[in-house]
């Protein structure tokens, strides 16, 4: 079992940037051995992909946050990161890591193993 942790959300202004991190804690959560992506969801919309990490360090993006937004992992300290720059308005939502142990899942919301997420407001 496998339980994700999300932290560093906050209220920023347009442009300003936020760090995302999502730790993982209990029995076989290594994230080497594991795809780790982040969604977002806002009141009204449906949950969307944001990026994702595979277990080989391959990347994928959503084309609204390339460029800006760049998914890490640090395997010392089982913790996957989200560093989101030049954010916008629209980047509001609450924001989820997941983690699955698919090789190559796509960026759709069907992940294993669920964090409880963590507010980002830009104004």
């Known amino acids: 079992h496998v339980q994700l942790v999300e932290s560093g959300g906050g209220s920023v202004q347009a442009g300003g940037s936020l760090r995302l991190s999502c730790a993982a804690s209990?029995?076989?959560?290594?994230?080497?051995?594991?795809?780790v992506a982040w969604f977002r969801q806002a009141p009204g919309n449906e949950r969307e992909g944001v990026a994702r990490?595979?277990?080989?360090?391959?990347?994928t993006y959503a084309d609204s946050v390339k460029g800006r937004f760049t998914i890490s992992k640090d395997l010392a300290n089982n913790t996957v990161y989200l560093q989101m720059n030049s954010l916008k308005p629209e980047d509001t939502a609450m924001h989820y890591c997941?983690?699955?142990?698919?090789?190559?899942?796509?960026?759709?919301?069907?992940?294993?193993?669920w964090g409880q997420g963590t507010q980002v407001t830009v104004s």
């Open positions: 997941a983690a699955d142990r698919r090789r190559f899942p796509s960026l759709r919301p069907d992940y294993t193993y």
């Open positions: 209990g029995s076989g959560a290594k994230y080497g051995t594991y795809c």
């Open positions: 990490i595979n277990s080989d360090g391959s990347t």
